[in-house]
C-alpha cells in the first residue's frame, strides 16, 4: 500500500506541474498576442508620418496654397510629404501645356528638402526656395512629384506652418 500512495502523490504533483506549464504557455500566447497588436498599431502610426498631396493644375495663371503645420515636430524630428502636381482632375486632363513654379515658404525652425521624381538631388538651398519651369504636356495624363522632407533645427512655436505655392 505504501507504494500506491506514493504513485498518487507523483500524479498529482505531476499535474500541479503539468497545470503550471500550461498556464504558462497560456501566458506566453497571450503576450506574444498583446506584443503584435501593439507591433501593428506601432507600425500605422509611422506610416500616418507620411502624407500625400494632390494639386491638380488645369489653367495657366492660376495658383494654388496649401499650409503645412510643423508645431508638431519636435527638435531634430523629421516628416515627409508627397506633393502630386498633375495635369489632371477625374477625367478632365489639359488641353494645352502648361508650365509652372513650386515655391516654398519655410520658418527659421525648420530645414526644407525637396526632391522631384525619386530623384537624390535636393531642389531647394536656404537661398533660393523656388523650383521653376516645370512642365506638364497637355493631352496625356502627366503628373510630377515631389517628395518634400521637413526636419526641425529646434522646436517649432504654436501654429508654425511651412507655405507652399504652385503657380502656373
Given at each position: 500500500?505504501g507504494?500506491?500512495k506514493t504513485k498518487?502523490n507523483v500524479?498529482?504533483?505531476?499535474?500541479?506541474?503539468?497545470?503550471?506549464?500550461?498556464a504558462?504557455?497560456?501566458?506566453?500566447i497571450?503576450?506574444?498576442?498583446?506584443?503584435?497588436?501593439?507591433?501593428?498599431?506601432?507600425?500605422?502610426?509611422h506610416k500616418?508620418?507620411?502624407?500625400?498631396l494632390?494639386?491638380?493644375?488645369?489653367?495657366?495663371?492660376?495658383?494654388?496654397?496649401?499650409?503645412?503645420e510643423?508645431?508638431?515636430?519636435?527638435?531634430?524630428?523629421?516628416?515627409?510629404?508627397?506633393?502630386?502636381?498633375?495635369n489632371?482632375?477625374?477625367?478632365?486632363?489639359l488641353?494645352?501645356?502648361i508650365?509652372y513654379?513650386?515655391?516654398?515658404?519655410?520658418?527659421?525652425?525648420?530645414?526644407?528638402?525637396?526632391y522631384?521624381?525619386?530623384?537624390?538631388?535636393?531642389?531647394?538651398?536656404?537661398?533660393?526656395?523656388?523650383?521653376?519651369?516645370n512642365?506638364?504636356?497637355a493631352?496625356?495624363?502627366?503628373?510630377?512629384?515631389?517628395?518634400?522632407?521637413?526636419?526641425?533645427?529646434?522646436?517649432?512655436?504654436?501654429q508654425?506652418?511651412?507655405?507652399?505655392?504652385?503657380?502656373?
Amino acid at each position: 500500500m505504501g507504494k500506491e500512495k506514493t504513485k498518487k502523490n507523483v500524479k498529482k504533483e505531476m499535474s500541479k506541474q503539468d497545470k503550471t506549464l500550461i498556464a504558462t504557455f497560456i501566458g506566453l500566447i497571450v503576450l506574444v498576442a498583446v506584443l503584435g497588436i501593439v507591433a501593428l498599431n506601432l507600425d500605422n502610426i509611422h506610416k500616418d508620418d507620411n502624407q500625400d498631396l494632390v494639386i491638380p493644375v488645369l489653367e495657366a495663371n492660376s495658383e494654388s496654397e496649401l499650409s503645412v503645420e510643423v508645431a508638431d515636430l519636435e527638435e531634430g524630428a523629421t516628416k515627409e510629404y508627397i506633393l502630386v502636381v498633375s495635369n489632371y482632375k477625374d477625367k478632365q486632363v489639359l488641353e494645352k501645356s502648361i508650365t509652372y513654379d513650386v515655391d516654398i515658404t519655410p520658418t527659421e525652425s525648420v530645414e526644407v528638402k525637396v526632391y522631384k521624381n525619386n530623384s537624390s538631388d535636393n531642389l531647394i538651398t536656404e537661398d533660393d526656395l523656388l523650383i521653376e519651369n516645370n512642365k506638364l504636356k497637355a493631352k496625356a495624363k502627366m503628373e510630377d512629384t515631389y517628395k518634400i522632407v521637413i526636419k526641425a533645427k529646434q522646436q517649432p512655436k504654436k501654429q508654425e506652418k511651412i507655405n507652399i505655392k504652385i503657380h502656373s
